[in-house]
């Protein structure tokens, strides 16, 4: 069992930064493969970012490369979402998912088991 609590959401100006977190319970974090999915206002959730079990390979959304990174922190039951030059259309709840031997290519939300309460981001223009 991981229970998974993200923090770090807020209100920022477009080309701000924003930085999440998202902290697991458990002794076998660093066994979970890790993504960050989010969802806007009448959309589906949609994948964002992704971090294999072992922290050496991720893969993102073609809409966030280049302005986002994700990374874990084994030692704190840690993983990151560093948001940089964000836009209005960032604007979502931000949810992180956890999957034992996950992979970075788990883009597809229904790999997940476990999943944290979400954390609100708006962006404003």
């Known amino acids: 069992q991981v229970q998974l609590v993200e923090s770090g959401g807020g209100l920022v100006q477009a080309g701000g930064s924003l930085r999440l977190s998202c902290a697991a319970s458990g002794r076998t974090f660093s066994s979970y493969g890790m993504g960050w999915f989010r969802q806007a206002p009448g959309k589906e959730r949609e994948f964002v970012a992704a971090?294999?079990?072992?922290?050496?390979?991720?893969s993102y959304a073609d809409s966030v490369k280049g302005r986002f990174t994700i990374s874990r922190d084994n030692a704190k039951n840690t993983v990151y979402l560093q948001m940089n030059s964000l836009k209005p259309e960032d604007t979502a709840v931000y949810y992180c998912?956890?999957?034992?031997?996950?992979?970075?290519?788990?883009?597809?939300?229904?790999?997940?088991?476990?999943w944290g309460q979400g954390t609100q981001v708006t962006v404003s223009s």
């Open positions: 998912a956890a999957e034992l031997l996950g992979a970075e290519w788990y883009t597809d939300a229904s790999r997940y088991t476990y």
């Open positions: 971090i294999s079990w072992t922290g050496q390979t991720t």
